[in-house]
C-alpha cells in the first residue's frame, strides 16, 4: 500500500463571520495562527481512499458533497484524484469561519463551500502526487489533563488517544492523532482565526518530530468532552500548554508497541449507510433554566454560573424542526485498520462502545480509530442515559435518545459486511 499527505491553507478574510458562538462580539480581525485542510490518502494498486480534515466549525452534507464531486472531475492534466473515495471532516475548531453549522445540519456559504472544496482538492491531489510505499501502525493509550466531561467538573480529565503511524522503509514518515477534546480553548471574545487546540498539537508535534514527519490531527468523538475543566487559562500560553502535553503523549506511545495497521499488501475498501434519525421532543421549560442561571449568578459560584448559562445557549441553539434527520455512517478498512467516521458530534462513550466492541474482551482485537465531524452535520448525539439529564448537550441535540447508539449499532454492522 501506498499512503501520501498534502495540506492547503485557509485564509480567513478580515469581517469574516466567526462560527461557534453565540456571543461573539463581532467578526474576525485578523489571524492568530494559520487555519488549513489537510489530506492523507492510501492506495493499494486499485482503489484510493483520501480522509481531508478542514480547520472549520463543521462539515455540512453540502460541502462534503461538492468536495466528493470535485476529485471526480480531475482540474489538472495528468490529475490522479479522479475515483477516490473521500471524507472530510471538520476540526471543529470555535475559531475559525462561520460554515454554516446549524444542529440538524444547513447550507454552507457559497464563498466557503467554494474555498474548501478547492483547498480540499488541492490538499489531497498533493498527497496523491507524494504517495510512497509504507506500512501502517496504530497506538493507543490514555491521555491524562487535557479533555474531561465539560458538564461534570467532578469527571476524571483522562480520555483515550489513538495513533496512527505511517512509516516508510522503517522510518517514520507521518502521523494521524485523533483527539477526542473539543478544541476550544479560545474565548468567545477572540476574533483572530485560529485552528485552537488542533492547531496547537500539529504544532508541538511537528517541532518535535521534525519537518520530514507530516502531521494531522483530526478530532474524534468528542460531544461532550472540552478543555473547560482542564485549561489554565483561554490564551496562546494555554494553548501551548495544552499541546505540549499532547504532543508528549503521542512520543511516548510511539515507543510503545503498536498493533498493526497495514502492510504492502493490504487492500483497502469502504463503505457508507444512511440512516434516519427521528427529532428530540422540545427540550426544558426556558423560564425554569433562566431562573436557575440567575440563582447561580447570585452564589457567586462561576462554575455552576458557566454550566447554568451552558443550558440556556443549548435552548437557544435549537432550530424548531420536526422533520426527521438524515445522517450518513461512514467506514473504511485500511489493511487491517477500521476507520468508522460519524458525523455531527458523537459522545465519546459512542465511538468507545465501537472501538471495544472491535476489540474484544481481550483488547488486543481489531485496531479500530473512531473520527467524529464527518460529512455531515446532524448536531450532538449523546448516548440514551444522557437524556436523563439537564445538559448543554442534550438541550441544543436535535435528535432523540437511541440516534447515538443507532449510528455506532450501524457503524459496526457496516465493518462486518465488509
Not at 477534546?181 to 496547537?200: E, F, I, K, Q, W
Not at 472540552?226 to 485549561?231: G, K
Request: aromatic content about 4%; charged content about 20%.
Amino acid at each position: 500500500m501506498r499512503a501520501g499527505y498534502g495540506s492547503a491553507d485557509l485564509t480567513v478574510p478580515e469581517g469574516t463571520p466567526m462560527g461557534g458562538y453565540l456571543d461573539r462580539p463581532g467578526p474576525s480581525t485578523g489571524h492568530l495562527d494559520p487555519l488549513r485542510v489537510s489530506a492523507i490518502t492510501w492506495f493499494d494498486g486499485e482503489r484510493r481512499f483520501a480522509l481531508a480534515t478542514a480547520d472549520v466549525i463543521c462539515v455540512n452534507e453540502d460541502l462534503a458533497a461538492q468536495a466528493r464531486r470535485a476529485l471526480s472531475r480531475p482540474h489538472q492534466p495528468g490529475s490522479r484524484a479522479g475515483g477516490c473515495g473521500l471524507w472530510l471532516a471538520a476540526s471543529h475548531t470555535h475559531a475559525g469561519p462561520e460554515t454554516g453549522c446549524v444542529p440538524g445540519g444547513g447550507p454552507t456559504p457559497e464563498a466557503w463551500l467554494e474555498r474548501i472544496v478547492e483547498a480540499t482538492r488541492a490538499a489531497v491531489q498533493q498527497a496523491i502526487d507524494g504517495e510512497k510505499p509504507g506500512e501502517g501502525e496504530v497506538y493507543r493509550g490514555d491521555l491524562h489533563g487535557v479533555g474531561a466531561d465539560r458538564s461534570r467538573p467532578s469527571a476524571a480529565a483522562v480520555v483515550p488517544l489513538d495513533l496512527v503511524a505511517v512509516r516508510d522503509a522503517g522510518r517514520l514518515a507521518g502521523v494521524l492523532v485523533v483527539l477526542p477534546v473539543h478544541p476550544t480553548v479560545l474565548p468567545a471574545a477572540n476574533r483572530l482565526a485560529s485552528a485552537d487546540l488542533v492547531g496547537a498539537v500539529r504544532r508541538s508535534l511537528q517541532t518535535r518530530l521534525g519537518p520530514a514527519v507530516w502531521v494531522v490531527v483530526a478530532t474524534g468523538a468528542a460531544g461532550d468532552i472540552s478543555t473547560r475543566h482542564t485549561r489554565n487559562g483561554q490564551d496562546t500560553a494555554e494553548l501551548d500548554r495544552l499541546g505540549a502535553i499532547v504532543a508528549d503523549r503521542c512520543l511516548e506511545l510511539l515507543q510503545g508497541r503498536p498493533a498493526r495497521a497495514w502492510s504492502a499488501t493490504s487492500r483497502i475498501s469502504w463503505s457508507s449507510r444512511r440512516v434516519t434519525l427521528a427529532r428530540a421532543n422540545a427540550p426544558a421549560d426556558l423560564a425554569t433554566l433562566t431562573t436557575a442561571f440567575e440563582q447561580a449568578q447570585a452564589s457567586g459560584d462561576p462554575v455552576a454560573t458557566r454550566l447554568a448559562r451552558s443550558r440556556l445557549e443549548g435552548v437557544h441553539s435549537r432550530t424548531g424542526g420536526i422533520a426527521p434527520i438524515g445522517a450518513d455512517v461512514n467506514v473504511a478498512r485500511l489493511g487491517d485498520l477500521a476507520l468508522v467516521g460519524l458525523p455531527g458530534e458523537p459522545f465519546l462513550a459512542v465511538g468507545e462502545s465501537i472501538a471495544e466492541e472491535r476489540r474484544g474482551p481481550d483488547a488486543e482485537g481489531r485496531p479500530t480509530v473512531v473520527l467524529g465531524y464527518v460529512n455531515g452535520y446532524p448536531g450532538y448525539l449523546p448516548t440514551i442515559d444522557a437524556y436523563e439529564r439537564t445538559e448543554y448537550e442534550v438541550l441544543a441535540s436535535q435528535v432523540a435518545p437511541g440516534s447515538a447508539e443507532l449510528l455506532a449499532e450501524t457503524a459496526l454492522h457496516l465493518l462486518e459486511e465488509m
